[in-house]
T-cell receptor
Framework: GAGVSQSPRYKVAKRGQDVALRCDPI?????LFWYQQALGQGPEFLTY????????KSGLPSDRFFAERPEGSVSTLKIQRTQQEDSAVYLC?????????????FGAGTRLSVL | AQSVTQLDSQVPVFEEAPVELRCNYS??????LFWYVQYPNQGLQLLLK??????LVESINGFEAEFNKSQTSFHLRKPSVHISDTAEYFC??????????????FGTGTRLQVTL
């Protein structure tokens, strides 16, 4: 597609509920990143894929967070047993072929509110 | 490890006045620097980048930033702002494109509020 697409744009979850957030990167981009942006803060890195391989998941805050990209395109960030502190905007970014400038292009994000 | 400091959380300015948004970074490796802009309820848009070459980089809408290695800074400037420049501005740093070094590290952002 023309840009990075994320769905849903807004998600309200009850505490303890599982949620799944979807990211559809720019066609052909091999790298995909997830970031978490708390209110009034800058985005913070969660995890990174190169094609289907998850090369870095050092930013995932707990084992309740899980990300996958099984076919090297669409990615899903799953949060199990959501807690109020998980409330944030989750941003997805993709970047182009290896050897390029590695510019990351962001989607509009999913705003998660945990009640 | 890398870090970015944006000292000003908010910068109020009148329309047509000049503005500078400050950004300082620290890194143990060579860095690439970025400014992203975020309008309300939207994602981050790349404003400008420094990868190599000239230390002064410019955007299409009149912003410029200068990479200063000795002062570890990448301040954003515009000589005359417009109401439409009202947004959140994030400075970010990235290491070389090698595996895990390609993630972005962001500052906490600066809210630019332009008024008449």
């Amino acid at each position: 597609g023309a840009g990075v697409s994320q769905s849903p744009r807004y998600k309200v979850a009850k505490r303890g509920q599982d949620v799944a957030l979807r990211c559809d990167p720019i066609s052909g981009h091999v790298s995909l990143f997830w970031y978490q942006q708390a209110l009034g803060q800058g985005p913070e890195f969660l995890t990174y894929f190169q094609n289907e391989a998850q090369l870095d998941k050092s930013g995932l805050p707990s084992d309740r967070f899980f990300a996958e990209r099984p076919e090297g395109s669409v990615s899903t960030l799953k949060i199990q047993r959501t807690q109020q502190e998980d409330s944030a905007v989750y941003l997805c970014a993709s970047s182009g072929e290896p050897g390029g400038e590695g510019i990351q292009y962001f989607g509009a994000g999913t705003r998660l509110s945990v009640l | 490890a890398q870090s970015v400091t944006q000292l000003d959380s908010q910068v109020p300015v009148f329309e047509e006045a000049p503005v500078e948004l400050r950004c300082n970074y620290s890194s143990s490796v060579s860095v690439y620097l970025f400014w992203y802009v975020q309008y309300p309820n939207q994602g981050l848009q790349l404003l400008l980048k420094y990868l190599s070459g000239s230390t002064l980089v410019e955007s299409i809408n009149g912003f410029e930033a200068e990479f200063n290695k000795s002062q570890t800074s990448f301040h954003l400037r515009k000589p005359s702002v417009h109401i439409s420049d009202t947004a959140e501005y994030f400075c970010a740093v990235r290491g070389p494109l090698t595996g895990t070094a390609s993630k972005l590290t962001f500052g906490t952002g600066t809210r630019l509020q332009v008024t008449l």
